[in-house]
């Protein structure tokens, strides 16, 4: 079962701009390069994950809908982050990892010989608990990615920063000190700077550690209003503590607890209508 | 009885109180003191150095530092001229211009050196290694600074430069080729005495100091940073350019300077393996050549037989320009640390 069998929610801001489906031209959709793809871009096929004896996830299946936010939620240690660091393969290199079941991006194993891990990486971006800037100008933490991947150079970059920044907001804010330090940059300005970073590379799927559970609420706001911005073009996967946050801001939750995915669907059912008794307890606060 | 004893106790708590005042007024003068005796020993240092050096100051003037050579004039001060009221043996002339030139190249090929390598040991062992290599590596490596310089001139002159003079520099020299910097490595390779061999043992004397260092340095980089070029698609090589070099950069700086003056100030083993050369500079990387600090040394005993005392002023002179060099060298760092500070983030900031 994946989660696109399921209605999806109706999200004002989206209907409002984009026709319905049937108003779409048929030639036109024909020429979608997107036709062709899985309306999955991500896939969890039986994962299951151990570092050494441990066992973190167990026999997780999920589909991740193209152009969608799904918020993970569960409580500490139930494998949240480790299943959200599994699909950019920040786990790999954690010793005694091991993993069984498959993980598929655009239908392709990520683990499959013929993938590169940093082109995988530069198509699957990633936001951490805390803001990460880099020890170089503001200006040149946008575009460390791209100039990384020789996406563009020279001139190109100031274009692809400056895009970048007002992408996020930031533009105003840092166009006058884009050669200074980020380090003097708030801490919600250097989250959305290390968002601008991560956009800069073109990625499909934005993997987002708890990306405001170090940050003020104005500043939490900010970053949750802009993630609204970046669907459809991207699959958004969040991870958070907040379940405000997650109700606020996906279309999807899927709910882990101790390493299993107990039950995943619209955000609007599994908090209303959950149908496991340990979905109700967290989303209810009975169990954190 | 039960007041007598109480009347004994107050008696001794009275004591003791007093002892513990002594205690804390000794303990506060003593670190006073303390935090003195580094300043006055320095003032002291420097005040009998410039003393000394003062009569080779005004008789050698500013040509001091163009001209070269070491000449005691007349022996044992036989003839004796006045110059501008100071005792100089007739014929005696001195200069310390290829001396400082042979200070600063052998101890710049020293960093040029010892810089990659401990930046690569330093990386190695904190990011590549497990901690059951890395920690007892660690340890010989600041083992090795820990080594007496002796040794390193001993170790240099008996068989390291012998071997590079047979097996290593006749082929550098004869295919480098024939362009500016590049020419300095052609031409004769000697006998295994002089600047380049000199330069490989400094840089294998600091290599620790800055390994050492560095290594610490990166291990105090938060780990976020590195993980967020990581997730960005970047290589190993790449995070550890862009992201954890720089976040240490100016500690980095600091660690140069440190093993840049322990190059500059090196006395016995340069005295050992760079020829001792005291009237010219080095034609070629393989040639012999002198250093401040090891004409110091080596020309004490022949400088002690100058009855006007002129040519042991001179050798103070010599110090105080190597204690000059390494000060400015010092203060220079920190200009540059200051500077690259601008973009890097302190050293250990939580991230």
């Not at chain 1, 309306?39 to 441990?54: E, H, I, P, R, W």
């Not at chain 2, 530092?65 to 007739?90: E, Q």
Request: include cysteine.
């Amino acid at each position: 079962m994946t989660l696109g069998e399921q209605p999806r929610p109706v999200r004002p801001t989206v209907v409002s701009t984009t026709p319905s489906k049937p108003e779409i031209d048929p030639i036109l959709e024909a020429l979608d390069p997107d036709r062709s793809r899985p309306a999955d871009v991500v896939n969890s096929q039986g994962l299951t994950l151990s570092f050494g004896n441990k066992r973190i996830l167990s026999d997780i299946h999920i589909a991740f809908r193209r152009g969608t936010i799904t918020a993970l939620i569960g409580p500490t240690g139930c494998g949240k982050s480790t299943f959200l660091r599994t699909i950019n393969r920040m786990n790999d290199k954690v010793s005694g990892f091991r993993h069984e079941g498959d993980v598929t991006l655009e239908g392709e194993s990520i683990w499959a010989p013929r993938q590169d891990l940093l082109s995988l990486r530069r198509r699957v971006g990633m936001l951490f608990q805390r803001p990460n800037p880099f020890p170089m100008s503001i200006r040149d933490n946008v575009v460390a990615g791209v100039k990384a991947h020789q996406i563009a150079k020279g001139k190109q970059l100031d274009v692809v920063a400056e895009e970048r920044l007002r992408q996020v907001g930031l533009w105003d804010a840092v166009k006058d000190r884009l050669k200074d330090s980020p380090f003097r940059l708030s801490g919600g300005q250097q989250q959305l700077l290390c968002l601008a970073r991560a956009l800069a590379v073109g990625p499909e799927v934005l993997l987002l550690d708890e990306p405001t559970s170090a940050l003020d609420p104005i500043s939490t706001e900010l970053v949750e209003g802009l993630l609204r911005q970046l669907t459809p073009a991207l699959t958004l996967i969040i991870v958070t503590h907040n379940l405000g946050q997650a109700r606020r801001a996906s279309d999807n939750t899927m709910f882990l607890y101790e390493g299993q995915l107990v039950e995943h669907g619209p955000t609007e059912e599994l908090f209303e209508r959950p149908k496991e008794a340990r979905t109700e307890r967290y989303v209810t606060g009975r169990m954190g | 009885m039960m007041a007598q004893v109480m009347r004994r106790a107050r008696v001794a708590r009275r004591i003791t109180d007093g002892f513990r005042q002594i205690e804390g007024g000794v303990w506060q003068g003593a670190a006073r003191v303390a935090v003195l005796l580094p300043l006055a020993a320095l003032l002291f240092a420097v005040t009998i150095l410039v003393i000394k050096a003062r009569p080779a100051i005004i008789v050698n003037g500013w040509g001091f530092f163009t001209r070269s050579g070491f000449d005691l004039g007349r022996s044992y001060a036989t003839t004796v001229n006045h110059i501008h009221g100071v005792a100089v043996p007739l014929g005696a002339s001195y200069g310390a211009g290829s001396l400082i030139i042979g200070t600063l190249e052998s101890s710049a090929i020293a960093v040029i050196i010892a810089l990659p390598i401990s930046i690569g040991a330093a990386f190695a062992l904190t990011e590549r290694m497990p901690r059951w290599v890395s920690q007892p590596l660690g340890f010989f490596i600041e083992l090795l600074a820990g080594v007496p310089s002796v040794l390193f001139g001993l170790w240099g002159i008996l068989t390291l430069g012998p071997w590079l003079a047979q097996h290593v520099y006749p082929t550098i020299a004869n295919n480098m080729p024939n362009v500016p910097v590049l020419n300095f490595f052609r031409g004769s390779a000697g006998h295994g005495e002089g600047l380049l061999t000199t330069g490989l043992v400094l840089a294998l004397m600091i290599v620790p100091i800055i390994t050492a260092t560095t290594r610490d340095l990166f291990s105090q980089v938060p780990p976020l940073p590195k993980e967020g070029g990581e997730a960005l698609g970047m290589t190993d090589w790449e995070v550890a350019r862009r992201v954890t070099l720089p976040w240490v950069r100016s500690g980095i700086i600091g660690a140069t300077v440190l093993g840049l003056g322990r190059a500059i100030g090196e006395t016995i083993a340069v005295a050992m393996v760079s020829g001792s050369l005291l009237a010219s500079v080095a034609p070629n990387a393989y040639g012999t050549f002198g250093t401040l600090a090891a004409a110091i040394v080596t020309q004490l005993d022949s400088a002690s037989t100058d009855g006007t005392g002129f040519a042991v002023s001179t050798l103070a002179e010599l110090g105080l320009i190597l204690a000059v060099i390494s000060v400015a060298v010092n203060l220079a760092a920190r200009l540059v640390i200051k500077r690259s500070a601008r973009l890097g983030a302190p050293v250990g900031r939580a991230a």
